[in-house]
């Protein structure tokens, strides 16, 4: 089964600055997908950011942006201008297959 | 257009108990995913529902069974209860391009399973 690491169990931030979370995976796949999510404390998760294995640019979505390094197998999320409502668990999930396979997830807290 | 809705929210259950869960899919969509989501975790994948039947399957044991109704709408169904078991059930419902790489899920607000 695919594996996706996100080492950062906790993460804290100024508001206003930028933020990245990482994530790596491991697949011998050709192709695949590259989602993160995020999941606030009412447990709803909610899409976020989608990067395609053969997408030659890095996905960007608002003030969400994926730094794709395929070589490295690295699907890092980068947040800009954090807010305080950008508090909240961030997973990182692969797909392949009609199948997600999920992260452990970073904890992202904003602060004052 | 409502999204993914799931019943009930909490759920409390004893060891050896029977629990049967429900999802209806986001308007549009066909396909039904099932996580369980234990505290501190990501999401585990249980099974995939399409066309009414089982699609894919994570690594759970057979206790964990599913049915997809022709409205699209889904239950999960957990037989035997244990203490483990005790986690966020999340729906997920999409609509899959066939042969694409891209699926982007809609999850419900999940239900919170106590087994005690």
């Known amino acids: 089964a695919q594996k996706i690491t996100q080492t950062q169990p906790g993460m804290f931030v100024q508001e206003k600055e930028a933020v990245t979370l990482d994530c790596t995976y491991d697949t011998s796949d050709p192709s695949y997908g590259l989602f993160w999510y995020k999941q606030p404390s009412s447990g709803e998760m909610i899409f976020l950011i989608y990067q395609g294995s053969y997408d030659q640019q890095n996905a960007t979505e608002g003030r969400y942006s994926l730094n794709f390094q395929k070589a490295r197998k690295s699907a890092n999320l980068v947040i800009s201008a954090s807010q305080l409502g950008d508090s909240a668990m961030y997973f990182c999930?692969?797909?392949?297959?009609?199948?997600?396979?999920f992260g452990s997830g970073t904890k992202l807290n904003v602060k004052p | 257009d409502a999204g993914v809705t799931q019943s009930p929210t909490h759920l409390i259950k004893t060891r050896g108990q029977q629990v049967t869960l429900r999802c209806s899919p986001k308007s549009g969509h066909d396909t039904v995913s099932w996580y369980q989501q234990a505290l501190g975790q990501g999401p585990q994948f249980i099974f995939q529902y399409y066309e009414e039947e089982e699609r894919q399957r994570g690594n759970f044991p057979d206790r964990f069974s599913g049915h997809q109704f022709p409205n699209y709408s889904s239950e999960l169904n957990v037989n035997a209860l244990l203490l483990g078991d005790s986690a966020l059930y999340l729906c997920?419902?999409?609509?899959?391009?066939?042969?694409?790489?891209?699926?982007?899920?809609?999850f419900g607000p999940g239900t919170r399973l106590t087994v005690l």
């Open positions: 999930a692969y797909y392949n297959f009609n199948k997600f396979y």
């Open positions: 997920a419902s999409s609509l899959v391009i066939a042969g694409g790489l891209y699926n982007e899920q809609f």
